[in-house]
């Protein structure tokens, strides 16, 4: 399934990164030849970090974070907290990403300090479960919501849903694959559809407080506490937070694809969060100038009970902001997701033909259609929730494993230039807030926990297989040659910095060159 790989590069060859500025080992260093264009802006890549985070969750469910505080006065204080961090670990990975600038993000991080088998763990539980369960998810959460109009009071039959979500994922693969330049647009078009939903929410929650509806935004009342305080609530409500600040990091992904990556990736990073951040805050207070800390627990869709509750006739907007919303969403996974299996592929972690792209087009054609594929497949399951709570905890896992990375490679690589160096006490602020979360999450859940690690570490005796072991039989090298040769002529894919004519063997031949 894998292509082998060369005993001892995991661990030291992989490590060692070009002291030149934009130049990394082992990465598209050709000026010639097919390769990603650089087509992603300033504004597209704002559009894909803001459009990322706002997913549905501030839409149908901030009550998550107000059930756990216990009250409107510090959920406020954990929704501002958690954008706080969140900045805190992106200006981590801004300097992590102009130090090691690869397309891959944390997975090329990890895998570039820890070593190999570190960096494959990252990649196998994202390629299994993460990303294909998430797409799915949000894909479902879409169809959900442009259905429920027309079968209203009723649910929607299930396997409309279904069908309308599998459509969903097949024409924003199919935009993705015709053109980075389309999806980028897709992806600004629909971050403003949120940015605009939002901003009505907000306006319309100045107006209650104009009117005199700020009840529950009073000191006196703020704080009145629902139950008990208790840390493990605190805790809990700090993971609902930062749950929904989910996306943060996806721009490190598409780092190559980036103009300008060393002045627009961290840029990108200090419009974008603090911008999210307001919007989530702002945005949960407005939601409480509409209705009382019990109603918001009892809805299931806030936003939609939001708008029933002040925009009267035009309380349509909620439902259509949150299938806008989710529909941008699951372009944007797509785009981010598929960046980080074709850095995977690139480094022999998967099969080569997913590192490959289209020769007019300049696109990853058969990582893209292997995320759509594996996203089709989680919609035909029904427990896809339950994938996501098990393996939540490894994702989160990793975001400190990554910033921890960052303080090991001050230590071991100090001569690496750095366009940006951040203070340490960044990082290690990031990692003690995560080891807080991470530890909290043991002791509550070990089962759940310990069924993810389990998941994540089935990724072992196929690292071992398929990567490290280099002296695979011939047929089955052979097998996988054809297998290539055979994808690239169906997609018409090339490995990049190749040309058209390159061979299986060749680009096998190339990329152990460049070890």
């Known amino acids: ?287 409480i100038t509409a209705m009382s800390p019990q109603e918001l627990l009892d809805s299931n869709a806030v936003a939609v009970t939001f708008g029933e509750n002040v925009l009267g006739v035009m309380a349509w907007l909620m439902p259509i902001s949150v299938a806008l919303s989710t529909f941008g969403g699951v372009n944007g996974s797509l785009f981010t997701s598929s960046r980080l299996f074709f850095a995977g592929a690139r480094e022999k972690h998967l099969p080569i033909l997913m590192a490959m792209i289209h020769i007019d087009r300049r696109t990853p054609i058969p990582a893209l259609l292997f995320t759509c594929l594996t996203s089709l497949l989680m919609l035909t399951t029904s427990d896809i929730y339950t994938l996501i709570n098990y393996v939540g905890f490894v994702n989160y896992l990793f975001y400190g494993v990554a910033v921890a990375g960052l303080m090991v490679l001050r230590w071991k690589h100090p001569e690496i230039p750095r366009p940006i160096k951040i203070s340490l006490v960044f990082p290690v602020t990031f990692v003690l807030f995560w080891a807080f979360l991470v530890i909290f999450s043991l002791l509550s859940e070990p089962v759940v926990c310990g069924v993810g690690l389990a998941i994540m570490f089935t990724g072992v005796p196929v690292y071992f297989i398929g990567v490290y072991w280099e002296n695979k039989p011939q047929s089955l090298e052979s097998f996988m040659e054809r297998m290539t040769e055979l994808g690239q002529k169906l997609f018409m894919v090339v490995w990049p910095g190749g040309s058209s004519t390159a061979s299986s063997a060749e680009i096998k031949d190339k990329s152990k060159r460049a070890e």
Not at 36 to 49: F, H, M, N, W
Not at 71 to 95: F, H
Not at 184 to 199: C, H, P, S, W
Request: net charge neutral; charged share 15%; hydrophobic share 50%.
């Open 1 to 287: 399934m894998v292509l082998g790989q060369h005993k001892g590069r995991t661990d030291r060859q992989d490590a060692v990164v070009s002291p030149l500025p934009g130049k990394v080992a082992n990465q598209n260093e050709e000026s010639k030849g097919v390769c990603l264009k650089q087509e992603i802006g300033l504004v597209s890549a704002c559009g894909i970090i803001v459009g990322n985070i706002i997913g549905s969750g501030i839409f149908v469910s901030p009550k998550g974070v107000l059930e756990a505080s216990g009250s409107v006065g510090v959920a406020l204080l954990v929704w501002l907290t958690s954008g706080l961090i969140t900045m805190v670990g992106a200006l981590c990975y801004a300097e992590l990403g102009v130090t090691i600038p690869r397309s891959g993000g944390d997975y090329a991080y990890v895998k570039v300090v820890f070593g190999g088998l570190a960096g494959f763990l990252r990649l196998w539980i994202a390629v299994l479960v993460i990303y294909p369960t998430t797409q799915a998810v949000i894909a479902l959460t879409f169809a959900n919501y442009v259905l429920h109009p027309f079968f209203a009071p009723d649910l929607p039959p299930d396997i409309a849903i279904r069908l309308l979500a599998a459509l969903c994922l097949l024409i924003l693969t199919f935009i993705n694959c015709a053109s980075v330049r389309w999806a980028t647009r897709v992806q600004d078009v629909f971050t403003m559809g949120k940015l605009l939903a939002l901003a009505v929410i907000i306006i319309m929650g100045f107006v209650q407080i104009c009117k005199g509806e700020y009840y529950w935004l009073e000191a006196r009342n703020a704080f009145i506490t629902q139950n008990d305080p208790d840390i493990k609530l605190i805790a809990l409500a700090f993971l609902q937070g930062s749950f929904a600040y989910s996306g943060w990091n996806f721009l490190n992904y598409v780092t190559e694809e980036l103009k300008d990556p060393f002045r627009n990736l961290p840029r990108a990073i200090y419009i974008s969060i603090p911008l999210v951040t307001f919007l989530y805050t702002f945005a949960n207070v407005a939601y």
